[in-house]
């Protein structure tokens, strides 16, 4: 059974810090790339950041360049997202995603973490 479990999320102040964890089961890590998430109220899901299989190759929206870092560990299975300089737009529930690394779309979902920044 495939499994990505976020966590890390929670309340920080507009500049502060934040890393959240995706820990994935149930697959062949390596095989696939993982992106970042999120949605905020009333709004679509988002794009945040992604990262190719081997860590080599990442991609951010352009609302987070400088500010976000998005990393894996494939020997522990598990995808991060340092959030650095938050600011309350950043406030949403963060998913975690994967999707094969021959395939476009991402198709396998965490249940989200809430992320809420304070002004």
């Known amino acids: 059974q495939v499994q990505l479990v976020e966590s890390g999320g929670g309340l920080v102040q507009a500049g502060g810090s934040l890393r959240l964890s995706c820990a994935a089961s149930?697959?062949?890590?390596?095989?696939?790339?993982m992106g970042w998430f999120r949605q905020a109220p009333g709004k679509g899901r988002e794009f945040v950041a992604g990262?190719?299989?081997?860590?080599?190759?990442?991609d951010y929206v352009d609302s987070v360049k400088g500010r976000f870092t998005i990393s894996r560990d494939n020997t522990k299975n598990t995808v991060f997202l340092q959030m650095n300089s938050a600011k309350p737009e950043d406030t949403a529930v963060y998913f975690c995603a994967a999707g094969l690394f021959n395939v476009a779309t991402y198709d396998l979902w965490g249940q989200g973490t809430q992320v809420t920044v304070s002004s």
């Open positions: 149930g697959l062949t890590f390596i095989n696939y790339r």
């Open positions: 990262i190719s299989w081997s860590g080599l190759n990442t």
